[in-house]
């Protein structure tokens, strides 16, 4: 069985800075990793995908994760916040076929200006 | 191509009526699943379709949900009747056949039980 573990269901940062948002992951199988991002009143956006290629993925709007076996964590960051980055932020796990995903809590993401 | 499409945006109903959802997937893709995300919560499955079978409807409260795939691409899902406990978006996702199971996801239906 798969689960996740977002750290911080609430994140808050400056514009221009640095954002961080943490996943950690458990699986008996090798996994597909995924971060989806969510805007008011919309469905699921799919930011990145890990796909037992390289271990740094890089995704849309200049975010990106690394993943990291030993550690079981599949990070998401993005160098500088910019205030259209305010949104849920949901990590994923799924195996290998059409398994549904399984979906940590979400870490909502604000942006200071 | 055209995404994934859900019908209607927003549901108010009293509880112990029925309301029914529909999705419509990404052309071709064979994989549809069902989600429910409670306020503050991650998706959580429901149910999941390959064509028109059912692969896994172990979380779906069978006693008032139903859920059904006529001919392998639209998908139709039923709350009869509702509880208070209900109210949660209803989001619909497909994927396609093998390969790293992205999911794509519609806009969702809200739905508020009174």
């Known amino acids: 069985a798969q689960s996740v573990t977002q750290l911080g269901s609430h994140v808050s940062v400056s514009e221009g800075a640095l954002v961080l948002l943490r996943c950690n992951y458990s699986s008996s199988v090798p996994p597909y990793l995924f971060w989806y991002v969510q805007y008011p009143n919309q469905g699921l956006q799919l930011l990145l995908k890990?796909?037992?290629?390289?271990?740094l993925v890089k995704g849309i709007n200049g975010f990106e994760a690394e993943f990291k076996k030993s550690e079981t964590s599949f990070h998401l960051t993005k160098p500088s916040a910019h205030m259209s980055d305010a949104a849920e932020y949901f990590c994923?796990?799924?195996?290998?076929?059409?398994?549904?995903?399984?979906f940590g809590k979400g870490t909502r993401l604000s942006v200071i200006a | 191509e055209a995404g994934v499409a859900q019908s209607p945006r927003y549901k108010i109903i009293e509880k112990r009526q029925s309301v029914a959802f529909w999705c419509n997937p990404i052309?071709?893709?064979?994989?549809l699943y069902w989600y429910q995300q409670i306020l503050g919560q991650g998706p959580k499955l429901l149910i999941q379709f390959q064509n028109n079978g059912v692969v896994d409807d172990s979380q779906l409260p069978k006693d008032r949900f139903s859920a059904e795939r006529l001919k392998g691409v639209d998908s139709t899902l039923k709350i009869q009747p509702a509880k208070l406990e209900d109210s949660a978006v209803y989001l619909c996702a497909s994927s396609s056949q093998g390969g790293p199971n992205i999911q794509y996801f519609g806009a969702g239906t809200r739905l508020s039980v009174l």
């Open positions: 890990y796909t037992s290629a390289a271990t």
């Open positions: 994923a796990v799924g195996i290998s076929g059409n398994t549904p995903l399984v």
């Open positions: 052309s071709g893709h064979a994989t």
